[in-house]
């Protein structure tokens, strides 16, 4: 990029807006995991919409492709630039903005760069809860939680990302503002924008803004650990408790024993909830927006699940600090994987019927190929979404982790394929799984995604290299 360029985002933005020094660059280069490294010729920091749109003209003007950042929690390179030096990184980071909290019509209305944890917090403020909730909270924003329509824990009572918006405001590839802020719960007037942006990963414009749904808040929980010897089982409690529990049913965690064995060994002072060794633990949360005996309705679905043999131990945590102990170690699982070794990661999708099916096969077939490979196994059950990762050695070379990386996503995404799952569930695309979605898409699919980003961004400037 020219001096003169730089300059007239120096005069657009401030000072504070562009960073070209390498070691302020530096964390915004590479990802939460370690495993993507890029190179920018500058990180654009707007401070407001106008800011960012005023930023992305100049891009629009002068071809430079463009890569929206959030909290840069993201697990599939979706943040990261590529090693050109020709893309510039646009941070939402100063976007912090709480427009508007309307408790009446249960909305709230924040900019991208707020941190989930605290959109949390504003509802909390206002004796309203919103219920989207991950390890990485306390650091990823709306802006990303938006672009990759985050999961998370509670998917299984309030929906994902998706569920959770009514409005957006968007910052198209040619810099011009989207304004549809619409706090509505119907509004039928044609094709759903708001829809293609949530999920588009920065490959479609810059969001800047969105209404979120509020929800009552909680008035308590109950939260128990339990054993189980195999997947069949724990569905059947898992179907007991939808069927004894309804809605109070907020999160059905699973893990799998080698992931007890890593979050024991990498997360510090974990202390495993059961005795026994069974191969599976889940952990599971009720609530209620009413008072009532939750513990007590949580004890009898389990003691049913222990009569019927569908699990063998069970803890019911007996205060809150116990329930977040519980929590703690279930979302260790991402640091501990990111200490003991290199993840090749899956993200994947199934009805929940299949999911035994996929996993016997899927176990099988990884052990007669590569045996000696260990298997980390976990996620949310209660939504069918599993990260069914395979963990190498840290001194893997990168020869060996790609041919490995390849081998594997065949042998995994068949199989969900063939289970009619998808191969994405919840950490977006990004540039991780951009070939297996090239590979796996139907070409009806492809056409008409590679159709609308050429509508909305035909100079192919945002997020180039990612998803599609
Ligand atoms: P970033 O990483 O900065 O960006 C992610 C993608 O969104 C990129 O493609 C980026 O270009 C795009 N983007 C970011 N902001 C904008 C914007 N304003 N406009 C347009 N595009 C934008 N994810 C889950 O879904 N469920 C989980 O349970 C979960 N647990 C996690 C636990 C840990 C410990 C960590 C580190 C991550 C976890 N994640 C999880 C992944 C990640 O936190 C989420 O995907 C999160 O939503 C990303 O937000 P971010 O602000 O960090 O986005
Ligand atoms: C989780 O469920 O903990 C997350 O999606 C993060 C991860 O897969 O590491
Ligand atoms: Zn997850």
């Known amino acids: 990029m020219t001096p003169e360029l730089l300059e007239q985002f120096r005069a657009l933005l401030g000072p504070a807006g562009v960073l070209t020094d390498s070691d302020a660059m530096a964390r ?8 993507w490294q890029g190179r920018t010729a500058a990180v654009l920091r707007p401070g407001n919409t106008e800011e960012v749109s005023a930023a992305i003209k100049l891009c629009h003007r002068h071809h430079i492709p463009v890569v929206p950042q959030g909290g840069n929690t993201g697990m599939s390179g979706g943040a990261t630039p590529d090693t050109s030096g020709a893309q510039v990184i646009l941070s939402l980071e100063r976007l912090k903005r709480i427009r508007q909290v309307d408790p009446i019509n249960d909305t709230l209305t924040v900019e991208a760069g707020v941190l989930l944890a605290e959109v949390q917090q504003v509802a909390r403020e206002v004796d309203r809860f919103f219920p989207l ?28 990302m998706r569920a959770l918006t009514l409005g957006l405001e968007v910052v198209l590839p040619d810099g011009r503002i989207w304004n549809g802020l619409r706090g509505l719960r119907k509004d039928n007037t044609g094709f759903d924008l708001r829809d293609l942006f949530i999920g588009s990963e920065g490959t479609l414009g810059v969001i800047t803004a969105a209404v979120l749904k509020l929800y009552p808040s909680p008035q308590g929980r109950a939260v128990a650990w339990v054993g189980s010897a195999t997947l069949p089982k724990l569905i059947s409690l898992l179907t007991h408790l939808r069927a004894s529990c309804g809605e109070r049913l907020v999160a059905f965690e699973m893990l799998s024993a080698s992931c007890l064995d890593l979050i024991a060994a990498h997360v510090d002072s974990a202390r495993v909830p059961l005795q026994s060794r069974p191969a599976l633990h889940a952990l599971i949360e009720l ?20 009569k019927h043999d569908w699990i063998q131990d069970a803890v019911i945590a007996t205060n809150e600090r116990q329930a977040a102990e519980f929590w703690r170690l279930r979302e260790g699982i991402s640091q501990a994987q990111v200490r003991a070794g290199m993840a090749i990661k899956h993200d994947i999708a199934l009805p929940i019927s299949q999911i035994p099916h996929f996993v016997d096969e899927s176990d099988k077939a990884l052990r007669e190929v590569f045996p000696e490979l260990p298997l980390i196994n976990f996620g949310h059950l209660g939504d069918g979404n599993l990260h069914y990762n395979v963990l190498l050695p ?3 070379s990168p020869e060996r982790y790609h041919m490995l990386t390849e081998a594997l996503n065949r042998l995994v995404h068949d199989r969900v394929m ?16 951009r070939d297996e979605l090239k590979h796996y898409k139907s070409p009806i699919e492809l056409e008409l995604m590679l159709r609308i980003k050429q509508a909305i961004d035909p100079n192919q400037l945002m997020n180039p290299g990612k998803l599609l």
Not at 28 to 35: E, F, N
Request: charged share 20%; glycine share 18%.
């Open 28 to 35: 915004y280069c590479t990802d939460w995991l370690g495993k």
């Open 133 to 160: 909730s991950l390890g990485a909270e306390g650091s990823c924003t709306l802006g990303g939680n938006l672009a990759t329509n985050a999961g998370g824990t509670a998917v299984l009572r309030y929906g994902n």
């Open 287 to 306: 609530s209620d927006t009413r008072p009532g005996d939750l513990a007590g309705l949580l004890e009898d679905s389990l003691n049913h699940g222990l």
């Open 394 to 396: 840290r001194d893997t």
């Open 418 to 433: 063939s289970h009619e799952g998808s191969i994405s569930a919840e950490h977006g695309v990004g540039q991780l799984r």
